[in-house]
T-cell receptor
Framework: DGGITQSPKYLFRKEGQNVTLSCEQN?????MYWYRQDPGQGLRLIYY???????QKGDIAEGYSVSREKKESFPLTVTSAQKNPTAFYLC????????????FGPGTRLTVL | KQEVTQIPAALSVPEGENLVLNCSFT??????LQWFRQDPGKGLTSLLL?????REQTSGRLNASLDKSSGRSTLYIAASQPGDSATYLCAADTGFQKLVFGTGTRLLVSP
């Protein structure tokens, strides 16, 4: 089955700790994205990558970091500098270029204790 | 800066009704408009994508229209079913597939 996997589904972290969220896709998509979803708000773009070894900041990149060493993988690190990290995190991928749909993973719910 | 608004925020209808969900955007310079469905605690499922040059797209009981000049898109659901209950999100592609999302319409279809 082709798709996007995110792990873990639930993640708990103590304040001051960094944590890494996993995102893997086997759709052979070039582009990958990380979004954050908070109650009552739309999804907001954190980082995106159009190609391996290259990525750009989205609207709310502060306190987050990413890497794109492989086409299939786009891990997101939530650092201790992120002031309000408790949220639902969604990863997506698409074929690069205009008019292409984004496909989403099942999400990771991060709770900071 | 592109802003996307969805009205109503919540909608409750009896099974079998036809219904329309609205999405408006402030900047007409979009590449496409995508509609998604989200079930509670789950990721997003892509429903329809309308390219900027298109006026509408259809998939089964769903029909989405796009009017760039007025900054509006609608999602029409025919003969609604309880299984259609979910939150529906629209998103405008502002370039390089950077999507700007609305806050969604929460739909409840009762038997």
């Amino acid at each position: 089955d082709g798709g996007i996997t995110q792990s873990p589904k639930y993640l708990f972290r103590k304040e001051g700790q960094n944590v890494t969220l996993s995102c893997e896709q086997n759709l052979n998509h070039d582009a990958m994205y990380w979004y954050r979803q908070d109650p009552g708000q739309g999804l907001r773009l954190i980082y995106y990558s159009q190609i391996v070894n290259d990525f750009q900041k989205g609207d709310i990149a502060e306190g987050y970091s990413v890497s794109r060493e492989k086409k299939e993988s786009f891990p997101l690190t939530v650092t201790s500098a992120q002031k309000n990290p408790t949220a639902f995190y969604l990863c997506a991928s698409s074929i690069s270029g205009a008019y292409n749909e984004q496909f989403f993973g099942p999400g990771t719910r991060l709770t900071v204790l | 800066k592109q802003e996307v608004t969805q009205i109503p925020a919540a909608l409750s209808v009896p099974e079998g009704e036809n219904l329309v969900l609205n999405c408006s955007f402030t900047d007409s310079a979009i590449y496409n408009l995508q509609w998604f469905r989200q079930d509670p605690g789950k990721g997003l499922t892509s429903l329809l994508l309308i390219q900027s040059s298109q006026r509408e797209q259809t998939s089964g009981r769903l029909n989405a229209s796009l009017d760039k000049s007025s900054g509006r898109s609608t999602l029409y659901i025919a003969a609604s079913q309880p299984g259609d209950s979910a939150t529906y999100l629209c998103a405008a592609d502002t370039g390089f597939q950077k999507l700007v999302f609305g806050t969604g319409t929460r739909l409840l279809v009762s038997p």
